[in-house]
């Protein structure tokens, strides 16, 4: 089926550092997601993106974040500065069409450590 | 505030039992029910779905049953396998915001052989 890659699979910075995680969603999506997992807790959505813009964000986005996309590329999440709790999995998901979850495509995940 | 609860944590059955999975919810704009499989190291993949509509669906060894009045559903897993073994997360959307999926906290499946 259809994939979504993650890279890395796993990061280790200090607090206080920047850091960048990748994306590459399936190729015909046009809609990008992030989300975040805390270690045995539930996914929580983070973000929305289309066409260049950020459609939609919780509360988790916090101003250390920011996503893009550029020129078609990785779809990418920053965090700079990075804090203690935002270590978690980050997933990115991708989607075809703007229609519920049916077309969610989850990535493997990067799990972020924050020292 | 925890709009999509699953009761429990984890649940553990033998090789060949029924795996009961259950999941509630508080937004009644809620119309699409998704169960995400998740395997250790790896991102969550849909396994099966139902729509408000409805208040049935199976895929082979899976079911749904949704009672809206209820605002509740479960995940039946008939005849269980080792392979069955992942954590299960009932996820809800709402059409008018299909923006977002909500996710419970996820079930922890064991099936012992």
């Known amino acids: 089926g259809p994939k979504v890659l993650q890279i890395p699979s796993h990061q280790i910075i200090d607090m206080g550092q920047m850091v960048t995680l990748n994306c590459d969603p399936v190729?015909?999506?046009?809609?990008f997601y992030w989300y975040k997992q805390i270690l045995g807790q539930q996914m929580e959505f983070l973000v929305n993106?289309?066409?260049?813009?950020?459609?939609?964000k919780s509360k988790l986005f916090k101003d250390q974040f920011s996503v893009e996309r550029p020129d078609g590329s990785y779809f990418t999440l920053k965090i700079q500065p990075t804090a203690l709790e935002d270590s978690a999995v980050y997933f990115c998901?991708?989607?075809?069409?703007?229609?519920?979850?049916?077309?969610?495509?989850f990535g493997s995940g990067t799990r972020l450590t924050v020292l | 505030q925890q709009q999509v609860r699953q009761s429990s944590q984890s649940l553990t059955v033998w090789e060949g039992e029924t795996a009961i999975l259950n999941c509630s919810y508080e937004?009644?704009?809620?119309?699409?029910f998704p169960w995400y499989q998740q395997f250790p190291g790896e991102g969550p993949a849909l396994l099966i779905a139902?729509?408000?509509?409805?208040d049935k669906k199976e895929d082979g060894r899976f079911t749904i049953f949704f009672n809206k009045r209820e605002k509740n559903l479960s995940l039946h897993i008939k005849d269980s396998q080792p392979g069955d073994s992942a954590t299960y997360f009932c996820a809800a959307s709402a059409s008018s915001n299909t923006n977002k999926v909500v996710f419970g906290t996820g079930t922890r499946l064991q099936v012992l052989p």
């Open positions: 993106f289309y066409n260049g813009k950020v459609m939609e």
């Open positions: 998901a991708s989607s075809l069409v703007l229609g519920g979850a049916e077309t969610l495509y």
């Open positions: 190729s015909n999506h046009l809609y």
């Open positions: 937004n009644s704009a809620f119309d699409y």
């Open positions: 139902i729509r408000s509509v409805s």
